[in-house]
């Protein structure tokens, strides 16, 4: 059984639109969550984190939580071709003390 | 300010033989996590290092082993390859104290042929 699951993609958004990306986890995953970003041969960078219900931003990036859900969200705003990547949702298990990955969503962003 | 690094970048290897890749983790981290990634697929938890030892494992069988340093560096070694085992493997470096804030290394691609 899947503990985190996230829409393959791709998604595709024309240059300076929003992307949104979705994410729900299992209830047996912690209260902390992480996005990465990953370019294709690359390793991942992170580029959100975000502990509580609601929205945190930084920049052009947008995180949301909703645990009753269970259910986390990333939008990046007025998105560049630069920002076409693999997004990595990643729960923080706090039993096993290791975030637990989905298998990301692929954003292509047209110019 | 270093960040974390790894070593070798890539290595072809043939089953049944045995590799170790290298890991420094980011200045002022103490602790080094391992992962597995498969093409295609997000990274998978090996197993974490703190004080040398290891302190947490996924689900991989014991041809899996690490070792970390007093230096915090960290070390993998993974016995009788398989073909399965290509993968990229990634090192994280965090502070035990933080909750899931890790950086990656730029990994090592394995190849096993």
């Known amino acids: 059984q899947k503990e985190v699951e996230q829409n393959s993609g791709p998604l595709s958004v024309p240059e300076g639109a929003i992307a949104s990306l979705n994410c729900t986890y299992s209830d047996r995953v912690s209260q902390s969550f992480f996005w990465y970003r990953q370019y294709s041969g690359k390793s991942p960078e992170l580029i959100m984190s975000?502990?509580?219900?609601g929205d945190k931003e930084d920049g052009r990036f947008t995180a949301q939580l909703n645990k009753a859900s269970q259910y986390v969200s990333l939008l990046i705003r007025d998105s560049q071709p630069s920002d076409s990547a693999t997004y990595l949702c990643?729960?923080?298990?706090?039993?096993?003390?290791?975030?637990?990955f989905g298998s990301g969503t692929r954003l292509q962003v047209q110019p | 300010d270093a960040g974390v690094t790894q070593s070798p970048t890539h290595l072809i290897k043939t089953r049944g033989q045995q590799v170790t890749l290298r890991c420094s983790p980011k200045?002022?981290?103490?602790?080094v996590s391992w992962y597995q990634q498969a093409l295609g697929q997000g990274p998978q938890f090996i197993f974490q290092?703190?004080?040398?030892?290891?302190?947490q494992r996924g689900n991989f069988p014991d041809r899996f082993s690490g070792h970390q340093f007093p230096n915090y560096s960290s070390e993998l070694n993974v016995n009788a390859l398989l073909l399965g085992d290509s993968a990229l493997y990634l090192c994280?470096?965090?502070?035990?104290?933080?909750?899931?804030?890790?950086?990656f290394g730029p990994g090592t691609r394995l190849t096993v042929t």
């Open positions: 975000i502990y509580s219900n």
């Open positions: 290092y703190y004080e040398e030892e290891e302190r």
């Open positions: 994280a470096s965090s502070l035990i104290s933080g909750e899931g804030e890790q950086y």
């Open positions: 990643a729960p923080w298990d706090t039993g096993r003390r290791a975030l637990t």
């Open positions: 200045s002022g981290h103490d602790t």
